[in-house]
């Protein structure tokens, strides 16, 4: 890693003021998941062994665990060049940072080309894997009408009637990431965190079929007693998140939307499932959950072989939904979550030639106020950016603000600084500040309560500042708090062009429903942005504001491979005030930008005053209704899961060809939105019809 070794994130989180806030309680040495990108000719397997790069004696196993998917798993299936798994997901000690930090470590700093931290997992979550298990490559002649659909998510009713068949379930491997121990076999070792299930009975693990004949009495299944036997919730234990206990969960309801059917008579649509944490699901300010989510994607194409053995064909076509997204990030289809999809995506193609999929929602954040874009009229031009952090915030706040790509090294072209409510604030930190000086602090009474960093992001090749304000109340009344209240991003502008715009981002602070409200989201609070109109309605266009609407898609959905889906009214026909889109920023270098924005839309609401559309609850037989992009995604990899079944493509193209077909929309429905907005255009399937058997 060139210059400093490590970003603002882990300098906040880990040797910050952060640390208290990320790091779980009772234990101050966690293993921390991390997505890594290695250096060109650095394989999985050299970096996991690491001889060289310490020399002390502790073991290197100490510091660094990686997957068995990568050193073992892939390999064996073909994957061996050394390019072909250059980002992994893994396991580090708080000290593999501080090994990164040390010039004497040259070795390890050029094996590590960029990280990223995901949200350490509580004490008793991680075991000794089982014995590891022959992936078998499938030998059997091809698939008609089978098809892998795969989900990472949260709060997964898998018991659900909606996921079973005549004598059992569709679900054939389910993992709870942070479910209780014993973890998943060692396809995800070395570590096993959380706990898997299967369809079938192996040994003394008893699998879903037989879970629910147990709990079953007079052809009733009691899904509960289910989940019970199964270990995956107590009702009993009064702290964590227990989604599938609510009447309604977000994984339940999605899933129902990509593959739920009728159980008398389904089609051969094979579920697997990755459940996200629930421990740090609910903490999306201080990092994402990158590291699982592109572990999860590996488990589910593993799995999906094993799947394929089962049914006695070959290799199976996947697709999998990720209705889930972050605000923050380069937008450019750089972010390391999105490129390690790629990777994955294109070598499963090249190895056994089945198609995989992967469809995410474009994002909820288009009004939020996260997104500003400041472009400078003329060099020495300083510019304000009104932030408003709000009271009552238990968590940090983050922006970012991404300096445009460069050409060539040059003299600095931007400053900042940053002024609390109040008075009193940041120094002036420079573009380009060399380690050791690309850090600012605010502080008062010996605490720091603000920071402002330098960053030069590897995988983008552009530089960002990066501000995080400590949270500004505390739980349990003790540490200090920054003051809540209209805090001033200053940009100085030394030698920006008028074409070159710098783009701030706010991190999401807010939980996902049903989590516990730690954080209140700050917003960029310029009063020339305007909310509503003169009747009360908001306001889905720009004006002269420097907060912009556009440009506020989910920064995992920028990439090339997957399938980017928004959302439209079922009624009015014209995109959710609060469905996201692009434009996506161009790549440093000449390439351009690898889309504009979503590539098309689908249902989210029924109208305007109606919303969310019906899917299953937690238990067969409810019903609820739940809006967001996260729905509109799962509709289209429903379609898509039907095109792979019967061998079309089911890309991005047919997306965008099916949208398009549809377009334009017979009178009275408004023109089409912009590409921008609403990609190739609206697509608006039938309802789907939840209800159980007996009341059809």
């Given at each position: 890693?060139?210059?400093?070794a490590i970003?603002s994130?882990?300098?906040?989180?880990?040797?910050?003021?952060?640390?208290?806030?990320?790091?779980?309680?009772?234990?101050?040495?966690p293993w921390?998941?991390?997505?890594?990108?290695?250096?060109?000719?650095?394989?999985?397997?050299?970096?996991?062994?690491?001889?060289?790069?310490?020399?002390?004696?502790?073991?290197?196993?100490?510091?660094?665990?990686?997957?068995?998917?990568?050193?073992?798993?892939?390999?064996?299936?073909?994957f061996?060049?050394?390019?072909?798994?250059?980002?992994?997901?893994?396991?580090?000690?708080?000290?593999?940072?501080?090994?990164?930090?040390?010039?004497?470590?040259?070795?390890?700093?050029?094996?590590v080309?960029?990280?990223?931290?995901?949200a350490?997992?509580?004490p008793g979550?991680?075991?000794?894997?089982?014995?590891?298990?022959?992936?078998l490559?499938?030998?059997?002649?091809?698939?008609?009408?089978?098809?892998?659909?795969?989900?990472?998510d949260?709060?997964?009713?898998?018991?659900?009637?909606?996921?079973?068949e005549?004598?059992?379930?569709?679900?054939?491997?389910?993992?709870?990431?942070?479910?209780?121990?014993?973890?998943?076999?060692?396809?995800?070792?070395?570590?096993?965190?959380?706990?898997e299930?299967?369809?079938?009975?192996?040994?003394?693990?008893?699998?879903?079929?037989?879970?629910?004949?147990?709990?079953?009495?007079?052809?009733?299944?009691?899904?509960?007693?289910?989940y019970?036997?199964?270990?995956?919730?107590?009702?009993?234990?009064?702290?964590?998140?227990?989604?599938?206990?609510w009447?309604?969960?977000?994984?339940?309801?999605?899933?129902?939307?990509?593959?739920?059917f009728?159980?008398?008579?389904?089609?051969?649509?094979?579920?697997?499932?990755?459940?996200?944490?629930?421990?740090?699901?609910?903490?999306p300010?201080?990092?994402t959950?990158?590291?699982?989510?592109?572990?999860?994607?590996?488990y589910?194409?593993?799995?999906?072989?094993?799947v394929?053995?089962?049914?006695?064909?070959?290799?199976?076509?996947?697709?999998?939904?990720?209705?889930?997204g972050?605000?923050?990030?380069?937008?450019?289809?750089?972010?390391?979550?999105?490129?390690?999809?790629?990777?994955?995506?294109?070598?499963?193609?090249q190895?056994?030639?089945?198609?995989?999929r992967?469809?995410?929602?474009?994002?909820?954040?288009?009004?939020?106020?996260?997104?500003?874009?400041?472009?400078?009229?003329?060099?020495?031009?300083?510019?304000?950016?009104?932030?408003?952090?709000?009271?009552?915030?238990?968590?940090?706040?983050?922006?970012e603000?991404?300096?445009?790509?460069?050409?060539k090294?040059?003299?600095p072209?931007?400053?900042?600084s940053?002024?609390?409510?109040?008075?009193?604030?940041?120094?002036?930190?420079?573009?380009d500040?060399?380690?050791?000086?690309?850090r600012?602090?605010?502080?008062?009474?010996?605490?720091v309560?603000?920071?402002?960093?330098?960053?030069?992001?590897p995988?983008?090749?552009?530089?960002?500042?990066?501000?995080?304000?400590?949270?500004?109340?505390?739980?349990?009344?003790?540490?200090?708090?920054?003051?809540?209240?209209?805090?001033?991003?200053?940009?100085?502008?030394?030698?920006l062009?008028?074409?070159?715009?710098?783009?701030?981002?706010?991190?999401?602070?807010?939980?996902?429903?049903?989590?516990?409200?730690r954080?209140?989201?700050?917003?960029?609070d310029?009063?020339?942005?305007?909310?509503?109109?003169?009747?009360?309605?908001?306001?889905e266009?720009?004006?002269?504001?420097?907060?912009?609407?556009?440009?506020?898609?989910?920064?995992?959905?920028?990439g090339?491979?997957?399938?980017?889906?928004g959302?439209?009214?079922?009624?009015?026909?014209?995109?959710?005030?609060?469905?996201?889109?692009?434009?996506v920023?161009?790549r440093?270098?000449?390439?351009?930008?690898p889309?504009?924005?979503?590539?098309?839309?689908a249902?989210?609401?029924?109208?305007?005053?109606?919303?969310?559309?019906?899917?299953?609850?937690?238990?067969?037989?409810?019903?609820?209704?739940?809006?967001g992009?996260?729905?509109a995604?799962?509709?289209?990899?429903?379609?898509?899961?039907?095109?792979?079944?019967?061998?079309?493509?089911?890309?991005r193209?047919?997306?965008?060809?099916?949208?398009?077909?549809?377009e334009?929309?017979?009178?009275p429905?408004?023109?089409?939105?912009?590409?921008?907005?609403?990609?190739?255009?609206?697509?608006?399937?039938?309802?789907?019809?939840?209800?159980p058997?007996?009341e059809?």
């Open positions: 890693m060139a210059g400093d970003d994130e882990v300098n906040w989180n880990l040797f910050g003021p952060g640390r208290e806030e990320f790091l779980p309680p009772g234990d101050r040495d921390i998941p991390v997505l890594i990108k290695l250096s060109q000719g650095t394989t999985p397997q050299s970096f996991a062994r690491g001889p060289d790069f310490k020399a002390a004696a502790v073991p290197w196993s100490d510091w660094v665990l990686v997957p068995r998917l990568y050193t073992e798993t892939l390999p064996r299936l073909g061996e060049k050394p390019d072909d798994l250059r980002y992994i997901a893994a396991l580090v000690k708080i000290g593999f940072f501080e090994l990164l930090q040390d010039e004497r470590n040259a070795e390890l700093r050029d094996a080309e960029d990280i990223a931290l995901s350490p997992l509580p979550v991680y075991s000794e894997p089982g014995e590891d298990e022959p992936i490559f499938p030998q059997g002649g091809p698939a008609t009408g089978a098809v892998v659909v795969g989900i990472v949260d709060g997964i009713a898998f018991a659900h009637e909606r996921f079973r005549p004598g059992g379930s569709r679900v054939e491997f389910f993992w709870m990431q942070d479910g209780p121990p014993p973890g998943p076999p060692a396809i995800v070792g070395p570590l096993a965190s959380g706990r299930l299967r369809k079938e009975t192996i040994g003394a693990r008893i699998g879903i079929d037989d879970l629910l004949k147990q709990g079953t009495y007079a052809d009733l299944c009691d899904e509960d007693e289910v019970r036997r199964a270990g995956v919730i107590d009702p009993r234990t009064p702290t964590g998140h227990k989604a599938i206990l009447r309604r969960a977000h994984g339940t309801h999605v899933l129902d939307l990509a593959c739920g009728s159980p008398e008579s389904p089609p051969n649509w094979r579920i697997v499932g990755v459940q996200l944490p629930i421990a740090t699901t609910g903490m300010a201080s990092s959950l990158g590291s699982y989510i592109v572990l999860g994607l590996g589910i194409l593993v799995r999906s072989l094993a394929a053995n089962r049914l006695n064909c070959g290799p199976l076509p996947v697709v999998v939904n990720i209705s889930y972050i605000t923050a990030g380069p937008h450019d289809g750089t972010h390391l979550v999105e490129r390690a999809i790629e990777g994955l995506v294109l070598m499963w193609k190895m056994f030639g089945v198609d995989v992967v469809v995410i929602a474009s994002g909820n954040s288009h009004l939020d106020r996260l997104h500003a874009e400041i472009a400078f009229a003329s060099p020495g031009e300083t510019v304000e950016i009104p932030w408003r952090v709000q009271p009552e915030d238990g968590t940090s706040s983050v922006v603000l991404w300096l445009p790509p460069r050409a090294a040059g003299p072209r931007v400053k900042l940053v002024v609390a409510p109040g008075g009193g604030g940041t120094a002036i930190l420079d573009e500040a060399p380690p050791g000086q690309n600012k602090d605010w502080v008062v009474d010996g605490a309560l603000c920071s402002a960093y330098y960053d030069h992001m995988s983008s090749s552009r530089g960002r500042f990066a501000v995080w304000i400590r949270p500004t109340a505390r739980v349990d009344g003790a540490g200090p708090v920054a003051p809540a209240g209209l805090w001033t991003i200053k940009l100085e502008n030394s030698s062009k008028s074409g070159e715009a710098v783009h701030a981002r706010i991190r999401r602070d807010e939980p996902p429903y049903g989590y516990p409200r954080g209140r989201q700050s917003y960029f310029d009063p020339v942005y305007e909310r509503y109109d003169s009747a009360g309605r908001p306001v266009e720009d004006n002269a504001s420097i907060v912009k609407r556009v440009g506020s898609m989910n920064a995992l959905a920028t090339e491979a997957p399938s980017v889906i959302g439209v009214l079922r009624k009015e026909l014209r995109p959710a005030p609060y469905s996201a889109g692009g434009p920023t161009r440093a270098g000449t390439a351009p930008a889309r504009q924005g979503p590539d098309a839309l249902v989210c609401d029924d109208s305007a005053v109606h919303a969310g559309v019906l899917a299953a609850g937690t238990r067969s037989g409810s019903v609820v209704a739940m809006n992009t996260s729905v995604a799962p509709m289209i990899t429903r379609w898509i899961a039907g095109e792979l079944a019967a061998g079309k493509p089911g890309d193209t047919a997306v965008r060809a099916l949208a398009a077909a549809g334009p929309m017979p009178a429905a408004p023109p089409p939105p912009t590409p921008l907005r609403g990609g190739a255009g609206r697509i608006v399937p039938a309802p789907l019809n939840p209800l058997r007996f059809r």
